[in-house]
């Protein structure tokens, strides 16, 4: 590499003894020759005395102030040399110290270190820059110090240009660290980064969030203030004010600075790299410096405490930096440190879990309210900024909730008092229809029970009714994905063949005493009662089968409500639940025609109202089951359409079997044979009367329009005509009830007619 000589002249300083300010040399506080020099600032002196008036010529004032404690740091280093000098550390070379006061002032530690740098040996203090540092040989090898941040950025910046290792015993700035900035830079004691963080995590730990900042109008000082007040935002702690002070201060206590620097000073090749690598020892724990040029080295936690009007201070624990946690000396020093949880600094009363803070119009995050968590809402800790969400779908939590609470999963339960009660109805209702079953059979052979259909007729509705009471109890308990798919086709298929069984049994009704011969024609070829039950009920089944296939019922969890989980049958398709429901309805409604037009028939042996009783029952039940059902939420959901199917089966059971039971128990004189053929003279005369009138009275109004036909004949055609009819219908009715006698009965009614 070429030499390239640049002479610097603004930085030659040629000092003549004859000058009349202060020069460097007579601010030398000590110096001793040696093969290796290495230069030393400390601020011995407090100040420099200030000129009452500007400066009309470059001056360097006195200093005043006498620090001892500096000035036995300055005897530290120089006790360090000598201790090496006098070992075999370093054989055959001599270490010396050129060491200046900088008496706290830049320019004057300005002044010492462009000596530091001026050239080795040469007549004039001459500071030159070159590209080749190996062929420039400066006055020292190495600097300790300064103290002041302030003063060793300043240094810093001219020992860069050769690179000169500078290693500060109290300098904690943050942005000396920058190696970019400050590459030739080190020290012994850690960054006031770590300072700041240790002091916030001291404050957090004392359970304080609301504290005051005193500081120097200095590098330091202002750095310090910077670092802190980011620190204290990461841990939540407000600064309630900051008081900055003067930088040089007269009372020492105010201060406190313990630093001891033992230097180890090697060979002069390659020094700032071996120092960046070197680890030192003080017979328990090793140092070294980072690649910031920071010492792995932590703080000492120290308690003022006031007894007696006497101030003592106490070391109460070791922060170490590396792993952020504070080192307690003794059981002691530990309670004490808890005893700081005691002193109250902030700004509001803490927020107890269950609650979170409510900043209010403050500058300060510090200063707050404390307001209760909302419903599924909740905080474990205190002075929590927000309140932590449940999962809606499996938690819930009330106000002011400090955890989440699993829901409760409810459905119509067998212990349930409605479930029970209603349980007890199905109960009731399977009694009365095995009860309704035994009269029956037992009365076989009375005129009430033939009238009814015989008794295979009676047992297929009595076994729907029985399917029907049955198929409430699937709505009860714990669904699964069986009992939602069997209560709704069991229900279906059951009543639907009740339905189609009871319109059976009307249009019967309706073609034995239907005396319009038109009316009569279509019922007759109407009435095929095994394929019409086949081909309803089997119609249902179909619907039923293809709900299952396509869109069967399943268990869902509804987890719509707050505090717990409805466990219920989703139906599927609403269309298919419907379409079922309402093909019931379409039966149960012509049902109910036929049996209304057949609703003045033979009382006692007339079913055909109280069919249509039980029609209206039904109607009036699912026309409020679908309103009902449609506001209805919860576990009671199923219970709503078993009340429904309850009713509608206890209305037709009712109006079916009830009044024939009632006259079979209880009006006997009533279900004999001569009673039953009694009462179907009677009413058949009537009814005969009062079509041959009807007749008769339509003959007379025809007559005045085309021919007059003589009343002497006594009897109309049309009249006539009934009357066969009814003998017809007369000769069914007696065949049902006693074959035997049919054809004696039928000449008898005949000749009475």
Same mark, same amino acid.
């Given at each position: ?527 095929? #009662?095994?394929? $019409? @039950?086949?081909? !309803?009920?089997?119609?249902? +089944? %179909?619907?039923?089968?293809?709900? /299952?296939?396509?869109? =069967? ?8 409500? #707050?505090?717990? $989980? @409805?466990?219920? !049958?989703?139906?599927?398709? +609403? %269309?298919?639940?419907?379409?079922? /429901?309402?093909?019931? =309805? ?168």
């Amino acid at each position: 590499m070429a030499l390239l000589v640049i002479q610097i002249t603004c930085f030659v300083i040629i000092l003549a003894t004859s000058q009349t300010c202060q020069t460097p040399d007579d601010f030398v506080a000590a110096t001793s020759p040696g093969h290796v020099m290495i230069g030393g600032l400390f601020a011995i002196h407090e100040k420099m005395l200030s000129s009452e008036e500007f400066p009309r010529e470059p001056e360097i004032q006195k200093c005043v102030g006498f620090e001892i404690s500096i000035f036995l740091q300055t005897l530290a280093m120089i006790h360090s040399i000598e201790m090496i000098n006098n070992s075999t550390l370093l054989s055959g070379v001599k270490l010396g110290y050129e060491i200046y006061d900088t008496c706290t002032e830049v320019t004057m530690a300005m002044a010492a270190t462009l000596r530091f740098l001026s050239k080795l040996n040469c007549s004039r203090e001459i500071v030159e820059f070159k590209c080749d540092s190996s062929s420039y040989m400066p006055r020292v090898k190495a600097v300790i110090g300064a103290g002041y941040s302030e003063i060793s950025m300043a240094v810093s910046r001219l020992l860069n240009l050769q690179l000169m290792p500078q290693v500060s015993y109290e300098s904690t700035a943050e942005i000396l660290s920058d190696k970019v900035r400050f590459p030739s830079f080190l020290r012994t004691v850690p960054s006031d980064f770590y300072q700041t963080k240790a002091i916030a995590h001291l404050i957090q730990e004392s359970g304080w969030n609301w504290v005051g900042m005193i500081t120097t109008d200095d590098d330091y000082g202002r750095l310090a203030l910077n670092n802190f007040a980011i620190q204290a935002a990461a841990n939540n702690v407000c600064i309630a004010f900051k008081e900055i002070f003067p930088a040089f201060l007269s009372d020492n206590t105010i201060e406190v600075r313990i630093n001891q620097t033992l230097e180890k000073i090697i060979a002069e090749a390659q020094l700032l790299d071996v120092l960046k690598n070197m680890t030192f020892t003080d017979g328990k724990n090793s140092f070294h410096f980072d690649a910031n040029g920071d010492l792995n080295i932590g703080y000492d936690v120290l308690l003022w405490k006031e007894i007696n009007d006497h101030m003592t201070i106490t070391k109460m624990a070791e922060y170490d930096l590396q792993n952020d946690v504070f080192i307690f000396t003794s059981q002691e020093a530990k309670n004490e440190f808890k005893n700081l949880k005691k002193i109250q600094s902030r700004c509001s009363k803490e927020c107890s879990p269950g609650q979170m803070k409510k900043i209010t119009r403050n500058q300060h995050i510090c200063c707050y309210e404390c307001v209760n968590c909302p419903e599924n809402h909740y905080t474990n800790q205190t002075d929590m900024d927000h309140c932590l969400l449940c999962n809606n779908e499996t938690h819930w939590a009330p106000t002011r909730s400090t955890k989440c609470y699993e829901k409760e999963v409810e459905y119509l339960n067998w212990s349930d008092s409605l479930a029970i009660l209603l349980l007890g109805l199905s109960l009731l209702g399977i009694l009365f229809v095995l009860a309704i079953g035994i009269i029956f059979t037992r009365n076989l052979n009375t005129p009430i029970v033939k009238s009814s259909g015989g008794l295979t007729v009676c047992y297929v509705i009595l076994l729907c009714h029985f399917l029907n009471f049955v198929s409430t109890g699937f709505f009860i308990g714990e669904p699964q994905n069986f009992t939602c798919k069997t209560r709704q086709t069991l229900f279906g298929v059951s009543f639907t063949l009740c339905i189609t069984c009871i319109l059976m049994k009307s249009l019967k009704i309706l073609l034995a005493f239907s005396f319009d011969p038109k009316l009569q024609n279509f019922l007759k070829c109407l009435y095929k #009662p095994v394929p $019409i @039950i086949f081909t !309803c009920t089997g119609l249902q +089944i %179909v619907i039923c089968t293809l709900w /299952l296939i396509f869109a =069967a019922p399943v268990v869902e969890e509804n987890v719509s409500l #707050p505090r717990v $989980i @409805i466990l219920e !049958c989703e139906e599927g398709s +609403i %269309v298919a639940f419907g379409t079922m /429901l309402g093909y019931i =309805a379409i039966l149960a409604f012509i049902c109910f025609i036929f049996a209304f037009k057949g609703r003045k028939l033979p009382e006692n042996y007339n079913e055909a109202k109280f069919i249509t009783f039980g029609m209206l029952i039904y109607f009036i039940a699912w026309i409020t089951f679908i309103p009902v059902y449609a506001n209805t939420f919860g576990k009671y959901l199923p219970a709503v359409e078993m009340i429904i199917i309850l009713i509608s089966n206890y209305g037709i059971m009712c109006c079916t079997f009830f009044p024939k039971c009632y006259v079979i128990l209880w009006k006997r004189e009533t279900n004999t044979k001569s009673a039953f053929l009694q009462m179907i003279y009677t009413y058949s005369s009537h009814s005969a009367g009062s079509i041959a009138m009807s007749h008769a009275s339509l003959d007379s109004n025809n007559s005045s329009i085309a021919m007059t036909i003589p009343r002497t004949d006594g009897k109309s055609a049309a009249s006539q005509k009934s009357k066969d009819l009814q003998a017809k219908v007369f000769t069914d009715m007696i065949r049902e009830n006693n074959p035997r006698a049919s054809k004696t009965l039928y000449r008898k009614r005949i000749s009475s007619i």
